[in-house]
């Protein structure tokens, strides 16, 4: 077993050593051992994909209708729905493997990241790269890859949670183990899946993919269900009213086809079952599939990665974004602005100064960031000290002088690493100043007074005000190897280093852009309440009147209290993690949709919490990813409020498409109901309906739903996740539009009417075909269409043109004819049609133009 061996012994097995693999190495292990994925359940075959289309129930109505449409000597009607149901099935098959591949995709891009060794460079690869015998480095916030053998731990805690059922952290350590041992007491080793909650270490790959101990159990993820969103079930319920609704009129027509027609019992059940069919909007699944799909390809290039496309929707829902400040509402490029040691400025650092050196060397030692020729992997305050020394100085590697580290975490504000005689540490200047009892002078170290230690806190202050980002620096001599928390005390303070991340230029447009949709931008930093309020100022988040809360005084707070004064905090400084959760809370206990953006291994709690998780792509943690819903490969701010523009135009596109199908159905029933009640010819054959069902249903709801983004989504509240997908409004406009085309379509029939029965039911088939066809080019939008433009849309264009060609080859092609059983008729006797169906777009334009008004 890998604990029970030395780590020389491993080496050897693997074919590694402790400067990694070389590129010859690397290609051979991935040769022999395959690429490092889990490999998932076996995925359903193109054609058995295509065979489960038939599954459905309205399919299996459809064959019942063509089994009917047969025994009633209509082989025509037969032979079209049964291409109609091969037809429908072939879309569906096409639609589920782009779906596959569209969430491949997206997998693709929010794989975890790893830092590697090989060559004795430091790189940064996709997990899926790995292979056994890489020199993986880790810190807290990193999700572990592969399982391996541990070469160093410095305070590392890993949570092994899923593998071991044991909630609380492991703390690891690099000593063989003799004796056999449970995983949960395999302390020198690090398996894949476990998130690392503190500290710093590095692993030799054992094994990889299938062979790791998550492998072994990786049945078990193919059975995780994922909870359904708000649309999931309002389309849900929507269907199941609609399909008991149109049960009973299906039932009603074919009780009066029976005795009020005294039609025959075949040709009476052809009619319900059609009628059935075709009322309900059985496309409206894969549109909705459709529409979703290629949003999240929109949003992939707003720089946003959805993990779950129905989740797009909810992003319309948000009222509260939390965000971090560093990063995601700055530039992230920290760049030092000011030096001060000696209780002084100063504009370079003089070698031969003893106080210079050990302030450069702290900045050293106190820092796992790395620059390897383009490529610069660490965080970027610690990249800008590197950049700082670098211009200083040549400094070659002295990591073999580090003995130990306390990694920084955020409750601490500061870190600290040991060599064989020396103690040092950087942190947050009013934590790290508490620490200090002496002072470094000209080389010498002297008692820190009262008054020295307040003329540091106020340039501190200075440096806060102008937005600047403060880090102290200290040291002491240390006698022994084992490094604790208690170390950290009677320190010698070194200086103060200033460093400047600019607000993002789009920030600020980003936030005045939040405030009119109703959104409130909230900013949360751990950074001093001085530079916290002077950054959100600039970017607008702060204004006259609002609070900045400290952490602190959030924990002298109850619950009562924060919820009075919630809604006039607009920042949030010296904050730890947890309290993200209780405003992530605060807020929800007022009803409102809280999106959190979150980097590190402690933000995951409030990224779980919060309705929308968003994780940073650049700079965050894998622990932070794998919580959140969204991730942003841009770290912006503004980005969110771009994936909130989509997902307000999601909804809206969507629901336009619901509306559409339903408007349109709603009109064809009526006209079946009247013509029942009245005891007329029947207005619409089977094959009629089903060319209804395929093209004109179809063809424009998924164009209506590839409508441009409207920027006016933003001049409007939150949408509350609560609202029916069918509400009063909706309903109103469905059934009017309904009413309008289903009276114009009835109107025509009349007038064919005239002519003969068959030429009745031509007259209201192609009406209603025109109507729906000009009906979706108006459906876009709520607004009318001389604002929206007729052009602005080329897929509704071409849905529209795609659906009156086909009408118009059904009408001329004497087979089709026969099929469809379409009247033979001259141009001039189809007049009414184009009035009536032109006559229809008018009236819903004229009911638009009224409304917006």
Known sequence: MFYQKSIQDILKESDSSLEGLNEIQVKKHIEKYGKNELIEKKKDSPLVIFLKQFQDLLVIILIFAAIISGLSHQIESTFVIIAVIVLNALLGTIQTLKSEKSLESLKKL??????????NQLQEINANELTVGDLVCIEAGDIISGDGRLLEANHLQVNESQLTGEVESINKSVDIINEKAILAKQKNMVFSGSLVNHGTGKYIVCAIGMQTEIGKIASLLDNTKNRKTPLQKNLDYLNKQLSILILIISFIVLILQLFIVRENVLDALMMSVALA???????????????????????????AIIKNIHSIESLGCISVICSDKTGTLTQNKMTVQNVYVNLQFIDHFNL?????RILLKTCYLCNNAQINKEQRIGDPTELALLDLIHQSIPIKTIESLKTGELPFNSNRKMMSVSTKH???????????LKKCDTLLINGEKITLSPFQKEHILKQNQEFAKEGLRVLAFGYKKLNHEKLTLEDENHLTFIGLISLMDPPRVESQEAVLQCKKAGIKPIM?????????????????IFEENDLCLEGQKLDLLNNSELDEILPRISVYARVAPEHKIRIVEAWQRKGKVVAMTGDGVNDAPALKQSDIGVAMGITGSEVAKDAANMILTDDNFSTIVHAIIIGRNVYEHLKNSIYYLLSGNFAGILCVLFTSIFILPTPFYPAHLLFMNLITDSLPAIAIGMEKNDQDVLKYPPRKKEEALLNK???????????IIGLCTMASYY?????????ASTFAFVTICLSRLLHGLSS???????????FSNKQSILAFLTGTLLLHLVLCIPLLQKVFLIEKMFIFQMTPIYIFSLLSFCLIQVKKMISNK
């Open 729 to 739: 409004c909706a309903l109103f406009r469905i059934s009017f539009e309904g009413i």
């Open 422 to 432: 020396h103690l040092y540490s950087k942190g947050a200047p009013d934590i790290l």
């Open 780 to 790: 876009r939008n709520e607004k009318p269409i001389y604002q929206i433009g007729l």
């Open 751 to 759: 007038c064919g009417l005239k002519i003969n029965d068959r030429a």
């Open 277 to 303: 069919v075709a009322a309900i909007p059985e496309a409206l699944g894969s549109i909705v599939t459709i529409i979703l799909s290629l949003s999240t390809q929109k949003m992939v290039k707003e720089h």
């Open 524 to 540: 949360i930093t751990g950074d001093h309440i001085i530079t916290a309020k002077s950054i959100a100022r600039k970017i607008g």
């Open 352 to 356: 031969q100064n003893h106080d210079h």
């Open 110 to 119: 929010s794989l975890p990241h790893v830092k590697v060794i090989r060559q």
